[in-house]
């Protein structure tokens, strides 16, 4: 199994920055890809980032250029730098790890992004 706990969230101005966090534990050599989603009131979980095991990265158009997702393997975390945050950038980020095994999802945190 693999454990995911997300931090960072919070309340920014528009225009401003953040970073999350997604700390890792349990069984690590099973996780293929570390992705961060996003699910905003109303609408649908959408897949904002991606990093595999060979550290390539992938972004949503909406987010490119704004966001890196970036591994420290040493502390076992992915982080999300969001930066010139706009409101469509609120919602609720969850962390999930592809494995072998199947997906796992941390508890989320929220993101709120004031004009």
């Known amino acids: 199994q693999v454990q995911l706990v997300e931090s960072g969230g919070g309340l920014v101005q528009s225009g401003g920055s953040l970073r999350l966090s997604c700390a890792a534990s349990?069984?690590?050599?099973?996780?293929?890809?570390i992705n961060w989603y996003r699910q905003a009131p109303g609408k649908q979980r959408e897949l904002v980032a991606s990093?595999?095991?060979?550290?390539?990265?992938n972004y949503a158009d909406s987010v490119k250029g704004r966001f890196t997702i970036s591994r420290d393997n040493a502390k076992s975390t992915v982080y999300l730098q969001m930066n010139s945050l706009e409101c469509e950038d609120t919602a609720v980020y969850y962390c999930?790890?592809?494995?072998?095994?199947?997906?796992?999802w941390g508890q989320g945190t929220q993101v709120t992004v004031s004009s």
């Open positions: 999930n790890a592809e494995t072998i095994r199947g997906d796992y």
């Open positions: 349990g069984v690590l050599f099973s996780i293929n890809a």
């Open positions: 990093i595999t095991r060979a550290s390539s990265t």
